[in-house]
């Protein structure tokens, strides 16, 4: 079974500046997805960013980043030049590669708060 | 309509009652997921569809919890006797499905908070 830790219950981070957030996996398998989620209060999930495992490349969405290690089985976002609207709970998540779905595991979340 | 849609958006039921909560998935998404979102298990996958066949019903907590989908479009998840523990923000999901990198991405709906008294 996959397990994804997500190990900063909360974070906080001053407009224009920039935020790591961490998230951990682990997993047996070699080809697979990951994803970082985020979820404002009005409750409504929004796909950030999508890495597959196979790409070395880390994925890059405007003022978000990815930092993926493969092998230490880490999945970091960088929220760059931090927004009121980045306050969010972030969601980091796990998709075997499974034919043409695949069912999503999450991390616990981060509570991201953005200050002015 | 441009996004996934659920109803209703709040449930408040009392224990014992049976309740439906609809997904309205994204108009081509072949793939429809659910997902219970509660503070004391945190977000959890429920059931999968295929066109309107469940491959995976892996996720569902009890016999209480059924779900079908018609038509490989609108889905309905039904929860009978409802207990306290039940509470909690059902999300439901849709994608492409297919095999290339983009079909996996799932876009959620809004959640239906349902509260059994």
């Known amino acids: 079974a996959q397990t994804v830790t997500q190990s900063q219950p909360e974070m906080s981070v001053q407009e224009a500046e920039t935020v790591t957030l961490s998230c951990t996996y682990d997993t047996s398998e070699s080809n697979y997805y990951l994803f970082w989620y985020k979820q404002p209060p009005s409750r409504q999930m929004i796909l950030v960013i999508r890495?597959?495992?196979?790409?070395?490349q880390n994925a890059t969405e405007n003022r978000f980043s990815v930092n993926f290690q493969k092998a230490a089985k880490s999945f970091s976002l960088k929220i760059s030049d931090s927004q009121l609207g980045d306050t969010a709970m972030y969601f980091c998540a796990f998709m075997k590669h499974v034919l043409s779905w695949g069912k999503l595991q999450f991390g616990a979340g981060t509570q991201v708060v953005v200050t002015p | 309509g441009a996004g996934v849609s659920q109803s209703p958006s709040n449930k408040v039921t009392e224990k014992g009652k049976d309740v439906e909560l609809r997904c309205d998935p994204i108009?081509?998404?072949?793939?429809l997921y659910w997902y219970r979102q509660s503070l004391g298990q945190g977000l959890e996958f429920l059931i999968y569809?295929?066109?309107?066949?469940?491959?995976?019903k892996s996720g569902l907590p009890s016999d209480r919890f059924s779900a079908e989908r018609t038509g490989g479009s609108v889905s309905t998840l039904t929860i009978q006797r409802t207990q306290q523990e039940d509470s909690a923000v059902y999300l439901c999901a849709s994608s492409l499905g297919g095999t290339s990198g983009g079909a996996y991405e799932q876009y959620f709906g809004p959640g239906t908070r349902l509260t059994v008294t």
């Open positions: 108009s081509g998404h072949t793939a």
């Open positions: 569809f295929q066109g309107n066949s469940a491959p995976d």
């Open positions: 890495q597959e495992a196979y790409k070395q």
